[in-house]
Structure formats: C-alpha cells, structure tokens
C-alpha cells in the first residue's frame, strides 16, 4: 500500500511548503488523492468536485458491472421503482424515489444478495402527444429526446440501475407484447367492445376511465370537467378478478393497511352476481344484452321486474329510445322535474326461467339511493327487501316468494328455487354463484355493485395499437400472434382533437381479415398507457426475449418483486390494474406467483411552499414576494399571501430544479437531502437550508484526522483505564448504530430518515475519541470503516474518496475489510460479539445516559448499582440523594440491540434530574 500524504501535515518523503513551487501549484488546482496520492483534508465546494467528476465515471462503470447474472447461486432481491414517464426533466419527486431504491439496492447487494433494480421508460401517453402537437414534432421525436436527457440526469445522480434491462413502452420490442397479452385476454372472454356512456375530457379529447374522474368530476389529467359520451369502446373484464383480488389483499401483509383498505373497498362486496338479460326491443328480438348485478343472487328465481336509473346508458342509445313509445320518451324526459315510475312497455327474459320481466325506469329514492351513483340498474326481487316488494305491489307485478324464514341467513330456506329450493339461504348463494361460474353465458358470479370493468379505449394516436380487425363478417378479429406487433404507423399531422387519428392512415387501416380473406379494418383507437405499465415489471426478468414476453422460469427466479417503490397516487390505479394482470397471467401458467409485489413502500410527495394572492388565486414566483415584514405580502400590492406546502409545479411557482442543487451542492449532498428529516412515507416539506446543513464534512474530518494521526510515528500502544473506556463506549455505539441501521431498512416502513441520523450519531461519538484511540484502536478502526459503508448507499462518490484515504493509510489495525475493492463493494458491517453490555440508566423515569458493563454482571444488580454510583453519571445525579427503591430489567431493548436497565427511583422531595439524551 502506498504512502499517504495528508495536506499542511509534513509527511516523510513529501515536500514542505517552502520545497516546492509544485506544492503551491497544488493549491491553487486542487487534485484528489485518488489522483494524486495526497489527502486533501479540507472538503469543501472544490474538493467536493474533484471528488464527484472523478468518481462518477468510475461508479457508472461499477453499475455496468452489476448485470444481473442468473446463474449466481447467491438469494435474489427485486427492488423496483415506478418507471417514470419521460416528461423532459427530473423533478425532486423522482429524486427521492430513486434515491430510496438506490439505497436499498446497495444495502441488499453488500449484504451478498444479487440485486436486480431495472429502469425503463412509461413513454405512451397524452402528454407526449399534446407536447409534440404543441411543438410541431412528432410523439416519438419528443419522447425520445427527452428519456435521453432524463437518462443522463439518472446517470448523473450515478443511481445503480440494472440499465442493460432498459425497456421502453413505446417501443415495438415492448408493446408486441403488450398486444400478445390483449389477444390472451380476447381469446379469454377477458376483452369485449360494448357501446357505453363514457367519460370525455374535452380538453384532452379522450375517454377516461372511472378511477381517472376524481371525486368534483374532473379529470385526472388535464383537470378539466368531464362530459359524458356514447361511444364504443374496448374493456377488460376486471369483474372477472375482484373477488379473487380483495381476497388476495390477505396475503399481502408487507404492504400499507391504508392502501389495501382502499383497494378492498374501491372494488367493494363481490359477493353478488351479474346476470345477463336478453331484452326484447322488437318482437322476436332478443340480441340485446343487458347485465344485471344483484347482491342477492340465491333470490334469482324471484326476479319479477327490472328498474333503470335515469342515467342508465341504455336511455342514451338512439336505437333502445325509439323501441319505446313517444309519450314514454316524453315522461323519461321530464324525469329530473319530478319522481315517477315509468313502465317501458318493453321486457326482458329471465336468464334461468325465460320470464318476461317488464323494465321500469325511476327516480324514486327508494330504489336508487343519491349515494349510489354507481348503480345503473336494480333486479326487482320482492323476496329481498320491503321496497323492492311495494314497487311489484303498487305496480301490480306478480312476483312468487322464494324465501321462508326469519331473515336470517342460516335459518331462512330456499323455495320456488327449482334445484336449489330446500338450501338453507347461505349455502343457496354459494351453489347459485357456482353454477354461473361453471356456465358462464348466465353472466359473472362473485362481483360487486361497485367496480365496473376497465375501460382501456383512446381516441388518441400516442399509445399502443389495440390488435383487433373489424371484418363485416367475422365481427371483431384478434391480428394473428405471428403478425405481431401491429405497428404504431407515423402519421404526418396529430391535432389532438375529434376522434381517432389513425383514421387518417388508409394504408394502414385497410387490411384483409384473418379468418375470411375478406376486407376488414384495423381498429384505430389505442390502448390506456396503464395497460402498457401493467406488465412491465415482468419484462424487465427477460427484457431481450423476441420469442415471447418472458421465460417462466426466468419470472420465476425473480418474481415477486421484493420491494416496489412509488407515490401515493398510484394507490388505486396502477397497482390495482398490475394486480389484475399478474393474476390473468397467473391463471395462464405463464408466471408462478399470482401477487406481482411482495413488499410496498409509498413514498410521500415532495411539497414546495406555495404564494397565492388570495383575492385572485393568483400564485406568485418567489422574487414577487416581501419577506421584509412578519407576514409575506405581494410585491407589487402589498396584498396578504395565501402560504401553504402543495405538491410541486411549474404552475404554482413552488418547485424546485434538480440540476441547479446538484450544481450547487453536488450530488452526494442532495440524495441525502431528500431522505434525512422524514420517513418515506410521509409528505417532504421541501427546504434548501437542509442542504447547508449537510455533515458529510464532519465525516471528512474523521477521515482527515484518522489518516494524520495513522501516518504518524512513534509508539501508540498506551493502555489505560481511559483508552479501555473510550473503546468499550465506541464499540458498544458501533454495534448499536449497526443493528439500528439494518433493521430499519428490513422494516416495514424503510426508514431511512432514522439510518441517517443514526449515521451522525456514530459520527458524532468518534468525534470525541482521543488520538491515542484513533492511533491504534482496532474498534475505532473498524467503527470508521464500518460508517463510510453504511453512509455510501446515499452519497457514493465522497465515500469512495474516503474509503481510498482509509486504505492508503500506513498503520492498520483492523482486518474486517477488504481494503483492495472499493466502498460499494464492501460487504455491509457485522454488530461484533462483545462482553460488554449498554446500561440505559435512568432517574425517576427520565433517561440520563449509559454506561458499557461487563456481560458477566448482567444478572448481578447490586454489582451494577455500585458501578453506576461510582460512574460519572451516578456522581452527577445520584450524590447527596435519597433512593426509595431501585428497579432493574436486565434484558431491556435499545436501539434494535439487547440492553440493561436500571432505573434510580428517588424520594419523593422534587429532587430535579437533568435530562440527558444518548449518544
């Protein structure tokens, strides 16, 4: 190992200040000793450039090096962070996120598992699309351009991603498959076109599914106040899973209880039925489905009639309004003037006893209650409730009971029910759902009111071709699996608006049918880009494969991911649709785990503080705003400012521009910024002095002076009572720092705001070790070492300069680590045996500090009372003071290791006890 020199300290073979003009020259260009040999001991704004332009080319060739390699026999670990859409720039939203997968990538690769943590590009999408109209460039020109320049920022925050598994949605090596999985479902009976009454953004002129309407009837998107339309569209029949997936939410136990009550209850009670109903609009006719959901479908066999909300889609469709009579249009017309019945004149047939049953439309709030807004429809069963009995009585239905019973669910009886009449009522409901289960044409067993099925349809041109062909005669046509992918053609212009801009492409459009030969059409509208994101974790175990989406024995050897990593937004629509496809691929065989996400961490968002002139709702930038009084105020009027924290926008002047904090403040500093104050969970108020706070210089210090005093000569074995202190306090400090800082990233929760702090902890405590424990302490040694690894998932760059100070010392003590690899490569520190134990000590209830004791006293309380009286903190506190009684635990816990306590409880004389916090 070479010589190290430290910098205003004259070293042996290295020249003074006044032997050299090379050393003044030295000065004035600063070098790094990874370049130079020489430890610069001040890090400041130039060191710490040195430092990251050096280091970061190197860290990126490290990250190339981490390629996931199937073969390792070593245990695998998937951390995965939501792939971000590629809007043109970093925010400090995704900062954080990709900071809190990068750290948990290190902390699991240096703790032996093969990390696989991929990055890819959500690319589809409105934005794109709008932005490159807005530009006069094409959707792909944009995209494109823009994941290049976000790949250099990721780059440039040297984040250890697995990039040689890059995927991109709008790519045809990836949305071939996306295709391929929407020709499985097809095929499956799992995608279906219906007329529907949809949700239009007219801004963004697109169909919006109900999750993307937020709760004032606005979209998701642009914010715009969503209008409703009839147009045809595509779905996917999520109904078909929600049982099985509120069912799943049970084996989910690693994720928040907050984010699976909220799924359980989007989808709702799927313990109903949805029965198709065959109306007859003209004598004869009966193509027309209609599906019913009931709740209770063990009373089917006493449906008597049907009742339609005023809003239900069949009233907006021209061909079922002039199936009825003029002066019934005339009455539905008036509906929202007053409350009424009003009997259609048409019926429906019973799916299980062909009975006409006649189809009512009505306002009344005895049948469709104003909460209930998601209820279109309502199977009149007399047997099932007193209002749904007085409709068919003050109508004059007849209807037959098919209960007997004291409306209990285990006593009441089935009749009138053919072969499921004598069930007890319970029991009834199961085999009734079975049997729609086993014959499918009855309808969907096991659905709930609430949650309808995904509607995947845009009249947009930037995302993934539906593969379906439109033939005259063969009705709707999946494109033949070796015909995919159906490319996405580039059309000249976009507009953005009216319907379905691949309507321009003729060429493209008009094709020949797969089955007849005949001529046929593409289906021009494109699919929701959360379909595209519905998968992508699982291409990312075989991105390369042009054979397939993925090999199942290579999803298998990853699958499920071990951590995934996103906002609090994605709660309900992401996730919940990822859910519903890892289950569909499930039933395929093609993957083993029917849960794609083992371990879920919702990051809070980062908020800005935000200026608004209350009278107009006006933001304001900072620089318009007076600081000068107590309260900020408008520049230009004086007027009072509305201050809040809200998430970051461009739009509210109150984000914040990642590039300029890594100019400022460098890289290292700002990935330790946005996780030190808050666990990841919680919301960030964001705030630049907590980057002028950054104490990576204090752990430079420790580097400096431990490289001074190492290289320096002379006998440093000098053992006294002191030095025997000194390293009982360090060693017991290490073990606890390390054991906290590794169960906090195995918790729930993942709080790495409580690693950090207990990473200054440490530091503050070697800070107080005197030179002659610096000099010579193999523990103090090995607690150095052991603080810049575990400081190195969050700032790679200056612990690698430090880790190369450290091992270019001339005296080492401690053999713990291989000091020819770098920093990232080390493996994670071990808490060492040790046979001394911490004793929290207390009085009256108040901690006062801690002293080590030998573990051989653990079950001796009078031997450690006499060490805590004869100890400094006993002096301090517990002279001249009378002790009523002493209460002892020996197998306490403190800060994730086992720990003694004693706790001195005084006379009751208001004896005063000075509180102290522990190191």
């Known amino acids: 190992m070479a010589q190290l020199g430290v910098r205003r300290h004259l070293i042996s073979g290295l020249p003074s200040r006044t032997q050299s003009h090379g050393y003044i020259w030295r000065k004035l260009v600063r070098c790094i000793y990874s370049k130079t040999g020489i430890w610069e001991d001040e890090y400041n704004a130039s060191t710490r450039q040195e430092v990251e332009a050096y280091w970061k080319e190197k860290i990126h060739k490290y990250n190339e090096s981490l390629a996931y390699k199937p073969q390792d026999n070593k245990e695998k670990y998937y951390v995965l962070s939501m792939f971000p859409y590629p809007s043109g720039k970093l925010h400090m939203g995704h900062v954080r996120v990709y900071t809190i997968s990068d750290a948990v990538a290190h902390f699991h690769r240096m703790n032996g598992k093969q990390v696989l943590h991929p990055i890819g590009w959500d690319a589809f999408g409105l934005p794109a699309e709008n932005a490159a109209i807005e530009r006069g460039l094409h959707a792909d020109e944009w995209t494109y351009s823009n994941i290049d320049y976000m790949r250099k920022q990721l780059k440039d925050l ?42 239009w953004d007219p801004v963004d002129q697109t169909v919006l599914a109900n999750e993307q309407v937020d709760e004032n009837g606005c979209s998701w998107r642009s914010g715009a106040k969503v209008e409703k339309r009839l147009l045809k569209q595509w779905f996917l029949k999520q109904q078909h899973y929600n049982k099985a997936l509120v069912e799943s939410l049970e084996d989910l136990p690693d994720w928040p209880s907050g984010v699976k009550t909220m799924q359980a209850a989007w989808i709702g009670d799927c313990d109903g039925c949805t029965f198709n109903f065959k109306l007859q609009m003209n004598p004869g006719d009966s193509s027309f489905i209609l599906p019913i959901h009931t709740p209770t479908p063990e009373l089917i066999y006493g449906a008597a009639y049907i009742v339609l909300a005023p809003y239900h889609t069949l009233l907006s469709k021209t061909e079922f309004m002039q199936c009825l009579s003029e002066e019934v249009r005339n009455r539905i017309q008036k509906l929202d003037k007053t409350t009424q019945d009003i009997d259609l004149g048409i019926c429906a047939v019973h799916p299980l006893t ?11 709030p005895s049948i469709f209650n104003e909460d209930e807004t998601h209820i279109e429809c309502r199977l009149g069963i007399p047997s099932a409730s007193k209002e749904l009995a007085e409709f068919a009585v003050h109508h004059g239905i007849d209807f037959v009971p098919v209960l007997v019973g004291e409306e209990d669910l285990d006593s009441d009886v089935l009749i009138n029910s053919k072969q499921f009449s004598g069930l007890a009522r319970n029991k009834g409901r199961v085999a009734v759902l079975d049997y729609v289960k086993d014959n499918n044409s009855l309808g969907e067993a096991w659905t709930s009111p609430r949650q309808h099925d995904w509607l995947v349809s845009r009249q947009r041109y930037w995302g993934t071709p ?33 319907i379905s801009p691949l309507l321009q492409a003729t060429d493209w459009l008009n094709v020949k049918c797969p089955q007849c030969g005949g001529d046929a059409k593409r289906e021009t509208d494109t699919m929701d880009t959360f379909v595209d994101s519905a998968w992508y974790f699982l291409r990312y175990t075989d991105p390369h494969n042009e054979t397939e989406p993925f090999v199942k024995d290579k999803a298998d050897s990853l699958m499920p991911v071990d951590m995934y990593v996103g906002g609090q937004e994605h709660a309900l629509l992401h996730l919940l649709y990822a859910r519903f496809f890892n289950h569909f691929i499930h039933d395929q065989k093609m993957v083993s785990h029917k849960e794609p996400f083992k371990r879920l961490l919702v990051q809070g968002l980062v908020k800005g503080q935000s200026y608004k002139v209350a009278s107009t709702g006006q933001y304001l930038a900072p620089h318009q705003v007076d600081f000068s009084g107590d309260e900020p105020v408008a520049k230009e009027t004086g007027e009072k400012l509305i201050v809040q924290w809200e998430k970051m926008s461009k739009s509210k002047h109150n984000g914040v521009n990642p590039e300029e904090l890594l100019a400022k403040y460098g890289t290292d500093a700002v990935r330790i910024a946005v996780l030190k104050n808050v666990p990841p969970r919680q919301d960030m108020l ?40 000194q390293e009982d306090e360090i060693k017991i400090k290490c073990n606890e720092t390390i054991n906290m800082i590794t169960e906090s990233y195995q918790s729930r929760n993942t709080t ?37 690894i575990m400081v190195a998932p969050f700032a790679p760059h200056v612990t690698s300069e430090m880790w190369k100070g450290i091992a270019g010392v001339s005296n080492h003590a401690a053999a713990d680590f291989d000091l020819e690899k770098d920093v990232l490569e080390q493996q994670w520190p071990q808490a060492i045996e040790s046979d001394l134990l911490p004793l929290i ?9 801690k002293i080590p004791v030998p573990l051989q006293h653990r079950q001796n309380q009078d031997t450690l009372q006499d ?53």
């Open 867 to 919: 060490l805590v009286m004869k100890s400094a903190i006993g002096r301090e506190h517990l002279n001249n003071v009378q002790i009523r009684k002493v209460i002892y635990n020996p197998s306490a816990k403190f800060k994730g290791s086992t720990a003694a306590l004693i706790n001195f409880v005084l006379e009751t004389n208001k004896q005063k006890v000075k509180k102290k916090s522990s190191e």
């Open 686 to 725: 964001w705030d630049e002095q907590d980057l002028e706070g950054d104490w990576i210089p204090n752990v430079w210090k420790l580097v400096s002076r431990f490289i001074k005093l190492r290289n320096e000569l002379g006998n440093t074995n000098k053992q006294t009572e002191d030095v025997e202190r």
């Open 752 to 788: 790495l705001n409580l690693v950090i702090n207990n990473l200054i902890g440490l530091a503050n405590r070697l800070a107080k070790a005197s030179d002659h424990i610096i000099k010579s302490s193999t523990t103090y040694e090995r607690a150095l070492c052991s603080l810049v």
């Open 354 to 364: 062909n009975q006409l049953l006649p189809i009512y439309v009505s306002n009344s």
């Open 158 to 199: 040297s984040m250890c991603f697995n990039w040689e598994r890059e995927v991109t949605t709008c790519s045809p090596d990836y949305y071939r498959w996306t295709q391929y999985l929407f020709v499985k479902m097809f095929k499956a009976g799992l995608a279906y076109q219906k007329e529907a009454l949809v949700n």
């Open 841 to 849: 000590i207390k009085v009256n209830n108040n901690n006062i500090g």
């Open 466 to 498: 539906l593969p379906i062909i439109h033939c005259e005669k063969c009705k709707a046509v999946p494109v033949p699996e070796s015909d995919l992918p159906v490319i996405l053609p580039k059309l000249k212009s976009v507009s953005g608006k009216g």
